[in-house]
């Protein structure tokens, strides 16, 4: 598991049936993009990103999304859900190197 | 001195041979954080300031994208910092198993410190908020001393420092203070390095310059640490000076030297007047 | 990610020596296929997907971006200068509220970014904006 990598997530905790949020989400991450060389030794220093995030709600699809190394430090993506019924949301992400990071989020109707 | 002077003159030009003196984009945009905190981006300029009459925050020269950044705190990437500066908080360190919130147990309680550091202590020694949390490291905690500009002081810095967001910077510059700041004022006029420029060069007689494709500001310190896309991390204000130091092709002081303490007092006291920031987000 | 000055100035050379044709055709085959790749090669119309750039990059390290294409099932971003010019894919699933998302990416210096929309029908929309990205001035 990467060092310091910490998931923060923004969800509304409460929404009318059927109506739309917006979601906003950042993970701390280097996003080491394979491009740059260790300057003492002069090798490149591999490749080591989140290649990968997904948002369920209740077990539905809202957003899944590939990563490549242009996708900076600190990955953030903000996007739109509906929110049909109470639930969770479900944050997962995927480390180049087998690490998943998740984070939950419960929205109640109100 | 006037071979000097013309050599400076000749390097400023140089570097600022792009330079529109245009607006950029976020020129007249107002600091609304979080849609409910207004900062006051100008102030009029402390009464120490013979050569500028308004004091503006870096937030104004940056373009309306990097501005956005710093209006709300999910979207400023500070904020991942100073999260991991809250579990550093509570983390016990040290031989005396202590953590920070063991004396310190509301970290709101440094609200306003920020605005007053560096200042002049019991001891008549010049003190940073650095000193400051690596004395309680090493003398009370039994820990070791964080790095000055390391990591882990850069997200403490921004975590402090936020608990004074909003409030005016308004260092002490006389009584005891005085020959820190004298000392301060002193290096900030004073040109170094191969290109022969000062510190007052850029910030005070062309700042919102374009230095090619850079947007000059007047170099406050109102929000430090701030993230910098650059680097992708917070960036202490003595890391700042020592950047600077190496544009210009000095040799920097080192971090926490007496010089840059001097250095960190005289720029925050330009400031005198404009609203801390901290954690903001720059180029 | 830190990219030092000379490696910032290699990336911006990089982008610069695009300009002339013969690198230029290459880097875009490479952007080309990745965009035929998710095409399959067929014909994109302008129009219907909106790309939201800044004009100005004040450092390439942090480019914010949003797409906005309502009806698509996903929408690749493609950044033609980077040496890898792939950025990212949204696939938008059934309790997406809207096809738009924003992210922040890196561009290795000032070219053309491109978003292609793949529509629930089949069909793809393009949209294009160019970045200029500023390199020099006191990064310090």
Known sequence: MAKGVKPRVKVPKTAAAGSSITIKTLISHKMESGQRKDKKTGELIPRSIINRFTCEFNGKSVIEIDIEPAVSTNPYFQFDATVPEAGDFVFTWYDDDGSVYDATKSVAIG | MGMNLFKTTAAVAALAIMATGAAQAGEDAKLVINGDLSIATQAAAPAHLENLETVYSGWVFRTKETQALEMDDFDNPSFVFVDVALDLYAAVDGTEGKSCASCHENV?????????????????????????????????????????????????????????????????????????????????????????????????????????????????????????????????????????????????FGQGSDEFKALELYVASRGNGLIVETPSVRN | MEFSRRETIALGLGAAAMTMLPIRAFAEATADEIVADFTGGASMSDGGVTLTTPEIAENGNTVPIAVDAPGAVSVMIVATGNPTPKVAVFNFGELAASQSASTRIRLAGTQDVLAIAKMADGSFLRASSTVKVTIGGCGG
């Open chain 2, 108 to 252: 709101e309680d440094f609200a306003g410190l920020t605005t007053s550091m560096p200042r002049v202590n019991a001891d008549g020694a010049l003190e940073t908020t650095t000193d400051l949390i690596n004395e309680c490291r090493t003398e009370r905690m039994g820990a070791k001393a964080w790095k000055y500009s390391g990591t882990d002081m850069s997200a403490m810095l921004s975590l402090v420092g936020l608990q004074s967001r909003g409030m005016p910077v308004n260092v002490a510059i006389d009584g005891a203070a005085a020959p820190y700041w004298d000392k301060g004022k002193e290096l900030y006029y004073t040109r170094v390095g191969q290109l022969d420029m000062s510190c007052s060069n850029c910030h005070e007689d062309n700042y919102n310059v374009m230095i090619r494709a850079d947007h000059l500001s007047q170099g406050q310190s109102n929000g430090f640490p701030t993230y910098r896309l650059k680097n992708a991390k917070m960036n202490t204000i003595q890391a700042r000076f020592k950047g600077c130091m190496k544009n210009i092709r000095a040799e920097p």
